[in-house]
């Protein structure tokens, strides 16, 4: 495992792209960020939403873009960015996650307080509970089906009401360096080459589930994109025009207005260091922790490496941040995940131990799996 020289990003992440520097993509992006000529990008953004707003005037719609919302720190960001900024009336599409987090409740209310219609789409509960215990044996993750669907829902409403723009916010090519995988541009079509979607292909989710068929998985399918495209709807990553996006600065806004965070729990049973990520569902508290042992990093790397690159935190001072952090998960939320699924504890573990990266980790005399790297240090077994 090689760890870029700037930040603490490893190259074990997914469509990551070192250079010959050993600098990850993520940080020449923010090196390149000062060339950037932020005032035309503004200029070019405005024309998008000027021509959202012309075109759904023309369709004799109510909305002129489609945002999908979580209710988090990015989302609310997003929402309000639209609006003020751009002059927008969005829609907001949030795909609940099945058991949704009391947090998460007050944070979708919250932002439709602040003045926005929203759209809550539910799916079937139990297609959600088989579809992750499918993805947790046959890929090690337990919200991988569920990321389907929110991502698939904005695109779905989008379509269907026949709105000319929709609005993502973070491309992952910029700002986690995967653009191996994914193209690092503002075109936010290109989610379907995210690792976790596999290109979209719900066929491949639902195969060999004899009681899901194709009908099941209608809210967990993106439409046909160049049919989209065909029909003059635009998809977009706001991060790539607002130079205002930072992962802590949209916190930072989201709680002035309004954005409850994780305001009670043990940092470490979370395996994280900062409290606005992740808020509407537990079970992604444990697939980060799944995370860590298949790739070497969690959440508070990517924590970290964002704090590095915008200048606070030193490369060494993270270090520390992630050795404290990553990787851990309270009990409680594995004896909450295990009830989801239904299974036990032991047979919890017996498929993670078949998920770790055993390159990486070893196991200690209590039977605790224990990491043979040390953070921030090119390791080769």
């Known amino acids: 495992m090689k760890y870029c020289k700037k930040c603490l990003q490893p190259d074990t992440r997914p469509g990551i792209v070192f250079d010959e520097e050993q600098v990850c993509m993520a940080c020449r992006y923010e090196e390149s960020k000062r060339l950037i000529d932020w005032g035309k990008r503004e200029e070019e953004l405005q024309e998008i939403a000027t021509e959202a707003k012309v075109e759904a005037k023309k369709r004799g719609l109510s909305y002129d873009c489609v945002i999908g919302v979580s209710g988090g720190k990015d989302s609310t960001f997003q929402a309000l960015y639209a609006k003020e900024k751009m002059g927008l009336h969005p829609l907001l599409v949030n795909c609940a996650p099945d058991e949704i987090t009391e947090v998460g409740r007050h944070n979708i209310d919250n932002l439709n307080k602040l003045g926005f219609d929203i759209i809550s789409v539910r799916p ?7 579809l992750a215990r499918k993805t947790f044996f046959e890929r090690g993750n337990i919200v991988a089906a569920s990321e389907y669907c929110l991502w698939a829902s904005a695109y779905i409403i989008a379509d269907k009401f026949n709105i000319p723009l929709i609005i993502q916010g973070e491309n992952a090519a910029l700002t986690l360096g995967t653009s191996s995988k994914q193209e690092a541009t503002g075109n936010a079509y290109s989610v379907v080459d995210l690792n976790t979607l596999r290109g979209g292909n719900v066929a491949e989710l639902i195969d060999g589930e004899d009681n899901i068929d194709m009908r ?3 809210f967990y399918k993106i439409p046909d994109i160049e049919r989209m495209q065909q029909k003059g709807i635009k998809a977009i990553f706001i991060q790539y025009y607002a130079k205002e996006w930072s992962q802590v600065g949209n916190a930072d806004f989201a709680v002035a207005r309004g954005l409850m965070g994780r305001s009670t729990e043990d940092l470490h049973d979370i395996g994280r260091y900062r409290r606005f990520t992740a808020l509407d569902s537990d079970l992604c508290v444990v697939n980060q922790m799944i995370k860590y042992l298949k790739f070497g990093f969690g959440f508070a790397t990517d924590e970290a490496c964002y704090d590095i690159r915008e200048g606070r ?9 992630v050795k404290e952090y990553d ?3 309270g009990e409680q939320y594995i004896e909450d ?6 299974i036990t504890k032991e047979q919890f573990w017996d498929v993670v131990d078949g998920y770790v990266n055993k390159k990486l980790f070893e196991k200690d005399e209590n039977g605790k799996w224990q990491p043979k790297f040390e953070i921030g240090t090119d390791y080769k077994e």
């Open 337 to 342: 995940a295990c009830r989801y699924l239904s």
């Open 124 to 130: 079937d509960p139990n297609i959600a509970k088989q």
């Open 313 to 321: 935190l030193s490369r060494e001072d993270a270090i520390w941040y």
């Open 327 to 329: 990787g851990k998960c």
């Open 216 to 218: 099941d998985m209608f």
